[in-house]
């Protein structure tokens, strides 16, 4: 098996955004944002995996969470079934969270309720969960 230098510094400085924007979404959350706390759950998400590839040294590019979950996996790295389907939920929110002009008619705040925000968090802490354990269990 090939030995991986992790390079700590870095997974801390992508997992601490990821943390930054994780409590960003539970205040918009709270708020009533619903759009906006699921665009920040996707992103939180998006950051917590690239804090994992990058610690590992692969210099993930782009913003599609399916793509960095399969990049997860190439290096070896299982994301069970429940993690992959967060990661799919959760992918959906990048785009239609945020653009008035991504649904038929109204703004996207119109389109997004509590529940959504709701399960947007949950999805996020389960790739969380997922980022954190495969972290611990490389060191």
């Not at 409590?23 to 995996?49: D, I, K, T, V, Y």
């Not at 290096?75 to 429940?82: E, F, K, Q, Y």
């Not at 990048?94 to 947007?120: C, K, M, N, V």
């Amino acid at each position: 098996m090939e030995t991986v230098l992790l390079d700590l510094p870095e997974f801390r400085r992508w997992r601490e955004e990821a943390d930054r924007a994780i409590e960003s979404a539970r205040r918009e959350s709270a708020a009533g944002a619903n759009n906006w706390s699921c665009f920040l759950s996707e992103q939180a998400a998006q950051l917590a995996m690239k804090a994992l590839l990058h610690g590992l040294g692969r210099g993930p590019w782009g913003h599609d969470l399916l793509r960095l979950g399969q990049e997860a996996e190439a290096a070896g790295l299982h994301a069970s079934s429940d993690v992959q389907d967060a990661l799919a939920r959760l992918a959906r929110h990048y785009i239609p969270a945020r653009y008035p002009d991504a649904h038929a008619s109204g703004p996207a705040s119109a389109r997004y309720r509590a529940s959504a925000s709701a399960q947007a968090l949950a999805a996020a802490a389960q790739g969380f969960a997922f980022v954190g354990a495969t972290w611990r269990g490389l060191g």
